[in-house]
């Protein structure tokens, strides 16, 4: 079936415009992660979606940045008044039930550029 | 202190050639899982192989292995018979305790095949 897609791929952006991301998980996965890739490092976790449980956003770096998923389907990740340290690709990947065995599936990204 | 170290930024192997890439972590948990991904310049991260805490046989995919020795807390990643596709970004990740969901990652380390 289908894998996780990303929109858009690549988005250029102004320093103190707001940005949208949207995450398309794979059909049936009820958990849904965020993670952040700065330019040659390692991914940092984000927020996480499982179910109609409350998302964990302990890795939200500030209340400019907040994520919505409706049900178990598409995620929007919104990065309010950007700031050129929000230059990054952002991850998102789904899991079928959320634990600590589960296989996490990534999306090819969005790569974002705050000018 | 860091959770995953990746301590060879870069590496080259020769086509045909086997190659070990590099992975230790730091948990005090008991249970936990270790997984490898592959990022190619794409930016798509591919699930590798995973290793559970408890799981006494060493994991293999295909051409991929995990070298498990937990007392020295290493989880290297053997690639046989490398292949020029194989070059890409090779990340180590983990996730600590039976109810944990986010991965770790270490900072990644660049596989070059020469031909």
């Known amino acids: 079936g289908a894998g996780v897609s990303q929109s858009p791929s690549n988005k250029v952006t102004e320093k103190g415009k707001d940005v949208e991301l949207r995450c398309d998980p794979i059909?049936?996965?009820?958990?849904l992660y965020w993670y952040r890739q700065r330019l040659g490092q390692g991914l940092e976790f984000l927020i996480y979606?499982?179910?109609?449980?409350?998302?964990?956003k302990s890795g939200l770096p500030s209340d400019r940045f907040s994520a919505e998923r409706t049900g178990e389907s598409v995620s929007t990740l919104t990065i309010q008044r950007t700031q050129q340290e929000d230059s990054a690709v952002y991850l998102c990947?789904?899991?079928?039930?959320?634990?600590?065995?589960?296989?996490?599936?990534f999306g090819p990204g969005t790569r974002l550029t705050v000018l | 202190a860091q959770k995953i170290t990746q301590t060879q930024p870069g590496m080259f192997v020769q086509e045909k050639e086997a190659v070990t890439l590099d992975c230790t972590y730091d948990t005090s948990d008991q249970s936990y899982g270790l997984f490898w991904y592959k990022q190619p310049s794409s930016g798509e991260m591919i699930f590798l192989i995973y290793q559970g805490s408890y799981d006494e046989q060493n994991a293999t995919e295909g051409r991929y292995s995990l070298n498990f020795q937990k007392a020295r807390k290493s989880a290297n990643l053997v690639i046989s018979a490398s292949q020029l596709g194989d070059s890409a970004m090779y990340f180590c990740?983990?996730?600590?305790?039976?109810?944990?969901?986010?991965?770790?990652f270490g900072s990644g380390t660049r596989l070059l095949v020469r031909p």
């Open positions: 990740a983990m996730r600590e305790g039976w109810s944990s969901y986010k991965l770790i």
């Open positions: 979606f499982q179910g109609n449980s409350a998302p964990d």
């Open positions: 990947a789904s899991s079928l039930l959320g634990g600590s065995t589960d296989t996490q599936y």
């Open positions: 059909s049936g996965h009820t958990a």
